[in-house]
């Protein structure tokens, strides 16, 4: 029994806190990034603003490819105001980097300036099929309505293009009847 009371006496003396070392503010909840690194997350540290707990993943992708002494050091070279986008940009190239290890963000901006000269390319081909279909309608028009081109060209084009097609359609039936031999005749 008195082996049990020794024990029961031993239990305060380790769970009193020292007095030897000042008290330090810890944070309730710590960061992501101090969460992840297995320390204690001090009211000060760098990297809380930025590495909320609820997102854990921020702080591994950024810490995979940066390391977070770089991270830390980084972040104590620049002004407060220009963290946030510090952050932002680590996390997005990060992600990056390890989606394409060569390349990384660059692989992506090269990817979409191809995907966007497609684009313009296939915009550029789309217009002049209009503009092209637009050449035919006003050849066609001419025909029907037995004007000659010279004639036509005194109106505006602009507005002819911006008339409705019903109308066109109303008072010239035949124009869906017959295409090919139209085309023909136009073209010949």
Not at 147 to 162: E, I, K, L, M, R
Request: aromatic fraction near 10%; proline fraction near 7%; glycine fraction near 4%.
């Amino acid at each position: 029994m008195a082996s049990h009371h020794a024990k029961d006496t031993l239990q305060p003396k380790l769970s009193s806190p020292s007095t030897s070392s000042p008290p330090m503010s810890v944070v309730v909840t710590p960061c992501a990034a101090c969460k992840i690194l297995r320390r204690r997350c001090a009211e000060t540290c760098v990297l809380a603003p930025h590495f909320p707990p609820d997102e854990p993943l921020k702080f591994i992708m950024a810490h995979r490819v940066f390391g977070s002494s770089n991270i830390i050091k980084f972040l104590q070279e620049l002004p407060e105001s220009q963290r946030g986008d510090a952050v932002s940009s680590m996390v997005y190239e990060a992600n990056a980097r390890i989606r394409d290890p060569v390349y990384g963000s660059a692989g992506a901006i090269f990817q979409l300036q191809n995907q966007v000269n497609e684009l313009q390319a296939q915009l550029a081909k789309a217009q002049a099929e209009v503009f092209n279909i637009q050449c035919q309608y006003a050849a066609l028009f001419c025909i029907e309505t037995g004007q000659s081109p010279q004639s036509s060209s005194h109106q505006s084009f602009d507005g002819f293009v911006t008339g409705s097609d019903e109308s066109f359609q109303s008072s010239n039936p035949s124009f869906y009847l017959d295409q090919d031999s139209l085309w023909d005749t136009i073209w010949a």
